[in-house]
């Protein structure tokens, strides 16, 4: 059973996919992982099927749900990354200098 914090998943594969951020290429991709996840039949449904049954119930648009989200948050999780490690870096230095 996943637990989640407001929308981060906190447990389950996706936990880490979530906070680490997804690629924009995947998505699709995994929008039809998860809907064949939930069929529970004696034969798991093909590709093609998962991919017909998006098309008709969700349309193309179904395929890029939440695209624009993950165009935000790649930059957005880069920035914060790249300032962490800037700073650390800079402190780090900083330290070495006062012990040389």
Known sequence: RMQTIGVVPTSGKDAAVDILG???ETKPAQD???L???HIV???PTMYRIMKQVMREQ???GFFKGLSMNWLKGPVGF???FTTFDLL???IDQEEERWI
């Open 22 to 24: 997804t690629s924009v």
């Open 89 to 91: 870096k800079e402190w």
């Open 59 to 61: 349309g193309l648009k």
């Open 32 to 34: 039809v992982a998860k």
């Open 79 to 81: 920035s914060i990354s």
């Open 42 to 44: 004696s034969k798991p």
């Open 36 to 38: 064949a996840e939930k």
